[in-house]
């Protein structure tokens, strides 16, 4: 008897918004700076722990905050033994902000373009990205 398989073809909604960042600091110090012109408290968190489709595992650092409305969030891309989103090899951080309407998100890449220590910020959709699923790994 032949199986039937189903498919659910249905946009998938993330709620986050998502910047992608180039930036050459290491990731303390590209946080000191993001506390500085952002007026933020960002705190490192442990590290994530995720194993890719070979079974490498690899660890991600993370740094959260709390902010008025919403929650930000920087995750490095590069780990310990690869890429969080390794279709994005050329991004540095990702910063996850929570709560966040479209507008807030390009004002908040707008104010981020003008430091002289970023290279690039560039506002993402999530629902692009072949390993945005990774993010949930990245919860309180």
């Not at 930036?23 to 500085?36: A, G, H, P, T, V």
């Not at 705190?43 to 070979?54: F, Q, S």
């Not at 919403?70 to 991004?91: A, H, M, Q, T, Y």
């Not at 479209?102 to 999530?126: D, I, N």
Request: charged letters at 30%; a positive charge; glycine letters at 2%.
């Amino acid at each position: 008897m032949a199986k039937k398989i189903l498919k659910l073809d249905a946009p998938e909604e993330y709620e986050f918004g998502l910047l992608a960042v180039i930036c050459n600091l290491k990731d303390y110090k590209f946080c000191f700076e993001l506390n500085e012109t952002l007026h933020v408290h960002l705190k490192r968190l442990k590290d994530v722990e995720l194993a890719d489709a070979k079974r490498n595992r690899s660890l991600f650092t993370n740094y959260f905050s709390k902010m008025n409305f919403s929650e930000l969030r920087v995750v490095v891309n590069k780990g310990s033994k690869g890429f969080l989103i390794p279709e994005k090899k050329n991004i540095d951080y990702f910063l996850i902000v929570n709560n966040a309407e479209k507008k807030f998100m390009k004002e908040f890449s707008e104010l981020l373009k003008t430091q002289p220590w970023l290279q690039g910020v560039y506002v993402m959709q999530p629902a692009e990205l072949k390993s945005v699923d990774n993010f949930l790994f990245f919860s309180n």
